[in-house]
């Protein structure tokens, strides 16, 4: 199995292409990383920056490279002792022009040899009709009358032009076309005509692609003729001068126009999300998964790829299988780790044939450690107070689901009702006492009721345990919804009680049903709770993260200890992850936001202080919209939930004391622009109400005006905060690199990273001061403790986080196996301030490693008035274990100590505010 030691995240697009990452090839090999950890790289929509619109996943993005560069590259790569894991996505593809296996099916419909590529009505039961083209601006009537819907000639085909989308008309339309003319056509075009009518008789799809094919190719050659283009020119013109002749033409294409609203009620293709732009594979099919995985395949067997990360594994019809089949085409030594969100107690089903996830439970794990749970309360009722609503979290994201689920999943639930009645699941007698629409509401609720983003059962009846838990989940549906008990004991009887005839056929009917049902769960809690309610309930949005909730408010350092004991034992391999391209904002901001917990009334009262302050810039007589979709009579302003939400991400994200703005009002204001249109509060449909956006606009300019009295007092407490910032990042990147897994850096994370939701964590790295403060210190570092002490001095410019990263990967690299097999022992902490510290060691065979890292450290350094590296921390020390050596090295500062099985606090926490130490 390939171990990567340590991963570093690069997000491909135009602007950061395979050239640019092979020059960067001595700087990622000098700190110390061991695998490139690439964004999907396959050919994607034009300009993509992410690389998850694929429309060929057989060839490299153009835009970022060849596929001889990337072979080149790994020989590169190889000669340095490096590798390469690549992100993959085979849940979705996009629904664009480029996508040549979607266009394909687009015209061809059912005679297309993709005709089962995707999950639409052509390859499964549980669509019906033609798919949906929801590119329409207006209604089709207005669409037309704005001649915003047009024929055009383009690309050897004829095609529909519609809102930057394009699509493909589909055969039997030519001939109609090909007669609008006035103008009689020639002998060629006539002619032409006559291939068309054998074409309509053929029903296999190669016979038909090679017939079609040699149609287009006759056309073209036509076309290029001066009087023959003219023809076909005139054609189109007089079509588009026609409007009932185009609407025509539109009624009889393999797909149907619609607008993006109709997509929120009815929708016939399965979608990443609620994205439309973005369509589902029907990965299922064994030629679907070999097709997608065709050059991923010859590029694994070539090593140019030694690992892969599956994007979206939830979306998958059967993850297990899907699974299953891709460890039997990568082989047993490929590294594959899928991107999974795991819920505060749910596990990774151990039978999946992965390394683990790529990493969100471990930040949150990491994120929760950092936040002193004591101030929980605190927090709350703070919250509670300034919203006026003491509205339950559990209600609060049944509410998002519910709210989701009506406004924009309604077609995706109505598919599932009617794939249910097609199923026969259930006797009509049953089904005839039910009030019109019970059947439907009660799928809904069960579906809002889901805990996780889904459950995994692929045999039917279904185990007992996962029996169980739909078990109590249907009863709760009955609790709260006493009038769809019917309706829920129907249910019951299909899924959990099998009939009296039940045989293998029902069976697997009741098993493509409960797949399809989970299906749709894990976009509803993505969109409900992810991409709502994190924007939504702003009580402390340090944990509103991917991967981490709302509901969780620390944890304590025993439940960390075995977290991490667990680790060790089952996913060793997995990916540590403190921040990615969708979390929602960056490890640093995270880890300051985080010392609010420390400081809570100090925090608190000042937020009350800059309420008082920014009084003016707010309405007066305001209350908490408690549900989505719905906006205040005054809302010309940021209501109070809104501006706690600034205030607190004002704090987390602002650029360390005297270091570059980077760009931050600007940056600031389309982060918020985002996070209201995600909130859902203030918006119709997806769009945010000008007034009141305006207003959030208006209010944050005049906070970031460094002229007034907010931002001279916000200065003050954010010079503070920071330094304690500083600290929890340190912690965090510590813990990454040597608890159980594999510590990944997100591109440019080596330094601060304090941005935000992307687009902002996508921008640019600036790789060449990176690179500078590597030449610096390579110069200087043998100065050892002076050294480290010169960096903290000036710890805002980023550089302490740097070399801290560059020391702990060339420790990866020189003892990777003491890191994979390592052992995780909890180490107990004595002493006056024992709470204050977490403390553990990695051993193999006689090789030993200590941490030591400080716990809510702002509360010491304002109980005793010192900065972080002069607390004192009295008789505080670490237990070493019986059979563990006692002399001890700090691998950060150089100092050296043996004290026996105990080691002071005091001696290894001074220069830097974390330790290191070999054993030994």
Same mark, same amino acid.
Request: overall charge negative.
């Given at each position: ?136 601006p207006e209604s089709m009537e207005e669409t037309l009358a704005q001649g915003k819907l047009t024929l055009a ?31 009689? %056509?020639? +002998?060629?075009? @006539?002619?032409? *005509? /006559?291939? =068309?009518?054998?074409?309509? $008789?053929?029903?296999?799809?190669? &016979?038909?692609?090679? %017939?079609? +094919?040699?149609? @287009?190719?006759? *056309? /073209?050659? =036509?076309?290029?003729?001066? $009087?023959?283009?003219?023809?076909? &020119? ?18 009889? $294409? ?213 029996a169980k838990v739909i078990r109590n989940l249907l009863k709760t549906v009955k609790e709260n919804s006493p ?117 809570a009334d100090e925090w608190l009262t000042e937020v009350q202080h800059w309420q008082e302050l920014n009084r ?305």
């Amino acid at each position: 199995m390939y171990n990567p030691i340590a991963t570093y995240r690069i997000q491909f697009n135009k602007d950061f292409t395979l050239t640019h990452l092979e020059s960067l090839l001595p700087y990622l090999q000098t700190i110390g990383i061991t695998t490139i950890y690439a964004s999907p790289i396959f050919a994607a929509t034009p300009e993509s920056t992410h690389g998850y619109d694929g429309v060929d996943p057989n060839h490299i993005n153009p835009e970022i490279g060849t596929i001889e560069q990337l072979r080149a590259l790994t020989q590169r790569l190889h000669r340095a002792g490096m590798g390469w894991l690549q992100d993959i996505v085979p849940n979705h593809m996009a629904y664009h022009v480029n996508n040549e296996w979607l266009t394909d099916m687009l015209e061809k419909g059912p005679v297309s040899r993709f005709a089962q590529f995707f999950d639409t009505s052509l390859a499964s039961s549980f669509f019906r009709g033609r798919i949906i083209a929801p590119f329409l601006p207006e209604s089709m009537e207005e669409t037309l009358a704005q001649g915003k819907l047009t024929l055009a000639y383009e690309q050897d085909r004829l095609v529909f032009k519609i809102g930057g989308n394009t699509l493909p008309l589909k055969p039997g339309s030519y001939e109609a076309v090909l007669q609008a003319n006035i103008v009689e %056509a020639n +002998d060629a075009v @006539r002619q032409l *005509l /006559t291939v =068309l009518s054998p074409l309509r $008789q053929l029903d296999e799809p190669e &016979a038909y692609t090679l %017939a079609w +094919d040699e149609f @287009r190719e006759q *056309l /073209t050659s =036509l076309v290029n003729t001066p $009087q023959t283009g003219q023809y076909v &020119a005139d054609c189109v013109k007089a079509i588009n001068g026609d409007s009932a002749t185009l609407r025509r033409l539109a009624d009889e $294409q393999h797909y149907r126009f619609c607008t993006e609203p109709e997509t929120r009620l009815a929708i016939n293709y399965r979608r990443f999300f609620a994205v439309n732009s973005l369509i589902c594979l029907n990965m299922g099919d064994e030629l679907v998964f070999e097709k997608v995985h065709s050059l991923t395949k010859e590029l694994i067997d070539e090593d140019v790829f030694q690992g892969l990360r599956v994007d979206h594994v939830d979306g998958l019809f059967d993850p297990a299988q899907y699974l299953k089949r891709l460890r039997e085409l990568t082989g047993k030594d490929t590294y594959v780790v899928v991107e999974k969100i795991l819920q505060a107690t749910e596990r990774l089903p151990e039978s999946w044939p992965v390394q683990g996830t790529s990493g969100y439970d471990f930040l949150a794990i990491v994120n929760n450690v950092l936040t002193d749970g004591r101030s929980e309360s605190i927090f709350r009722e703070f919250y509670q107070g300034l919203i006026g609503s003491d509205t339950s979290l559990s209600k609060r994201i049944r509410d998002r689901k519910a709210y989701f689920l009506a406004q924009f999943m309604g077609g995706e639930l109505d598919n599932l009702y009617q794939y249910f009645l097609s199923l026969n699941l259930a006797d009509e007698v049953n089904l005839e006492t039910l009030a019109a629409g019970e059947l439907k509401l009660a799928i809904g609720e069960l579906l809002i009721e889901c805990p996780v983003y889904r459950y995994y059962g692929n045999q039917f009846p279904m185990p007992d345990d996962e029996a169980k838990v739909i078990r109590n989940l249907l009863k709760t549906v009955k609790e709260n919804s006493p009038n769809l008990a019917m309706a829920v004991r129907v249910l019951d009887g299909a899924l959990l009680t099998k009939p009296p005839v039940a045989d293998k056929d029902y069976n697997q009917r009741a098993l493509r049903f409960y797949q399809r049902l989970m299906q749709f769960s894990s976009p509803l809690m993505a969109k409900g709770v992810e991409d709502t309610l994190l924007y939504t309930y702003n009580c402390f949005i340090g944990h509103n993260e991917v991967g981490d909730s709302p509901e969780r408010f620390g944890i304590s350092v025993d439940a960390f200890h075995r977290a991490m004991e667990d680790r060790q034992k089952h996913w060793p391999l997995a990916q540590n992850t403190t921040a990615t391209h969708d979390t929602k904002r960056g490890e640093d901001v995270r880890a300051r936001l985080n010392v609010l917990t420390d400081l809570a009334d100090e925090w608190l009262t000042e937020v009350q202080h800059w309420q008082e302050l920014n009084r003016s810039l707010i309405p007066k007589d305001e209350s908490e919209v408690d549900s989505p979709g719905e906006t205040t009579e005054t809302a010309d302003r940021p209501d109070l939930n809104d501006e706690y939400f600034i205030y607190q991400n004002l704090l987390g994200a602002y650029p360390m004391p005297g270091q570059d703005e980077d760009d931050f009002p600007n940056r600031f204001h389309i982060y918020l622009e985002k996070a209201l249109q995600e909130a859902k509060r203030h918006t119709i449909g997806w769009v945010v109400d000008d007034t009141y956006q305006e207003g959030v606009r208006r209010f944050t300019e005049q906070l970031l005006d460094q002229k007034s009295a907010f931002w001279k007092r916000f200065q003050v407490f954010h010079r503070s905060i920071a330094d304690f910032g500083i600290v929890n990042s340190l912690t965090q990147t510590l813990l990454k690199f040597t608890c159980p897994g594999v510590p990944d850096i997100y591109q440019g994370g080596e330094g601060w990273d304090l941005s935000l939701v992307d687009p902002d964590n996508r921008r640019p790295v600036d790789f060449a001061t990176r690179q500078e403060w590597l030449a610096d210190g390579m110069a200087h570092q043998q100065a050892g403790e002076s050294f480290w002490a010169e960096l903290w001095q000036h710890r805002f410019d980023g550089r302490i986080k740097f070399w801290l990263t560059r020391t702990l990967l060339q420790e990866r690299q020189q003892n990777a196996t003491l890191f994979l097999k390592g052992d995780y022992v909890p180490l107990a902490v004595h002493g006056t301030y024992h709470d204050h510290v977490l403390a553990f060691a990695r051993q193999h065979e006689l090789a030993w490693y200590v941490v030591v890292v400080p716990l809510y450290a702002a509360q010491l350094c304002r109980q005793q008035n010192q900065d972080v590296v002069s607390i004192d921390w009295k008789d505080t020390h670490v237990l070493l274990p019986n059979n563990a050596p006692s002399a001890w090295t700090n691998q950060l500062s150089g100092l050296t100590g043996d004290e026996g099985h105990s080691v002071a606090v005091k001696r290894v926490l001074t220069t830097l505010p974390v330790a290191l130490l070999r054993l030994g």
